[in-house]
């Protein structure tokens, strides 16, 4: 099975740095995903690392340690528009090689003026 | 374009009455899932279908039924609703290693 640990909540204000972490226990482990979630909208794909080190897209960066089980999301440069709930998410090859997905709990930012 | 399409958007439901929650997709993906979202929580998996005439049940499978109707569509049933089944519904498609696309979400209240 899997299970994924990240806060909850997290506060920055405009034009600042946050960084969401997130911690994973799997029995396989194919990779870590981001997806964010705007309230009363669908979660949208944001980045993935199937491998250590450091991914940049833009103002976003995501960050892998296979051997800690562990990656953050990094958003620099906050924009009001970046408020809203962030998922790490495992990838688990399943039982038909399909693609599936288990989701942490979700991080919501609150970005303030 | 259209992306990953849902119905309906929302629907009420009293104890024990039945409904299927439609799901299209317009990308020529092979995988379709089908996500339950309860407040304050992440996104569970309910049931995925790697690709045509093939499903699979995920982590939370009891008092649902899926039919992966052909490669465009894959339905989700309730048989018999239940309080606890209150939730917003995503489905969401896929090819393998690559990102899940989401739809619209279904907001389900069952009373």
């Known amino acids: 099975g899997q299970s994924l640990e990240q806060p909850s909540e997290v506060t920055a204000v405009e034009g600042a740095i946050v960084q969401i972490n997130c911690t994973y226990q799997?029995?396989?482990?194919?990779?870590l995903s981001w997806y964010q979630q705007h309230d009363g909208g669908a979660p949208t794909f944001l980045s993935y690392?199937?491998?250590?080190g450091l991914e940049e897209t833009g103002r976003f960066s995501s960050f892998l340690s296979r051997s800690d089980s562990y990656g953050y999301l990094l958003l620099q440069e906050l924009q009001m528009k970046d408020s809203a709930s962030y998922f790490c998410a495992v990838r688990d090859l399943g039982n038909n090689a399909g693609n599936m997905l288990t989701f942490g709990g979700g991080t919501r930012l609150m970005v303030k003026p | 374009n259209a992306g990953v399409t849902q119905t309906p958007k929302f629907q009420v439901l009293k104890t024990g009455q039945s409904m299927t929650l439609q799901c299209a997709q317009d990308m020529n993906h092979n995988s379709m899932y089908w996500y339950r979202q309860d407040p304050g929580m992440g996104l569970r998996l309910i049931y995925y279908?790697?690709?045509?005439?093939?499903?699979d049940k995920g982590e939370v499978p009891n008092g649902y039924n899926v039919s992966r109707l052909n490669k465009r569509e894959f339905s989700l049933r309730l048989e018999s609703a239940a309080p606890s089944q209150t939730s917003v519904y995503f489905c969401?498609?896929?090819?393998?290693?690559?990102?899940?696309?989401f739809g619209n979400g279904t907001r389900l209240t069952v009373t």
């Open positions: 690392n199937a491998l250590d």
């Open positions: 279908s790697a690709s045509e005439g093939t499903t």
């Open positions: 799997t029995s396989g482990f194919y990779g």
């Open positions: 969401a498609s896929s090819e393998v290693n690559s990102p899940l696309h």
